[in-house]
């Protein structure tokens, strides 16, 4: 079984900063891609930050220069440094993981099970 856990959640003013890291653990051979994903009231879950094992980054457009990921592949962990947030920033975030368990084995999915971000005054 491999797990994520999600850590560094909590309530952030209006312009302040917040730091998710997620940690994977479990029977793991490679990871493909590592990231956040954040769903708010009454709407869609939606991407926000993943990076693949060769660097590549892709973000939703609304986090565009506010936000930071990075990993470490030998802990298997991934980081999400968020700054200049906004109210429409709260969300429960949750991690996301498409790892390959085995040798020659299929890219498999798992996700975090969230950790809550409030941005309020």
């Known amino acids: 079984q491999v797990q994520c856990v999600e850590s560094g959640g909590g309530l952030v003013q209006p312009g302040g900063s917040l730091r998710l890291s997620c940690a994977a653990s479990?029977?793991?051979?490679?990871?493909?891609?590592m990231g956040w994903y954040r769903q708010a009231p009454g709407k869609h879950r939606e991407l926000v930050a993943t990076?693949?094992?060769?660097?590549?980054?892709n973000y939703v457009d609304s986090e565009k220069g506010r936000f930071t990921i990075s990993r470490d592949n030998d802990k298997n962990m991934v980081y999400l440094q968020m700054n200049s947030r906004k109210p429409e920033d709260t969300a429960d975030y949750c991690c996301?993981?498409?790892?390959?368990?085995?040798?020659?084995?299929?890219?498999?999915?798992?996700w975090g099970q969230g950790t809550q971000v409030t941005v309020s005054s």
């Open positions: 996301y993981l498409l790892y390959q368990g085995r040798r020659n084995g299929v890219a498999t999915t798992t």
């Open positions: 479990g029977t793991i051979f490679s990871i493909h891609v």
């Open positions: 990076i693949n094992n060769s660097g590549f980054i």
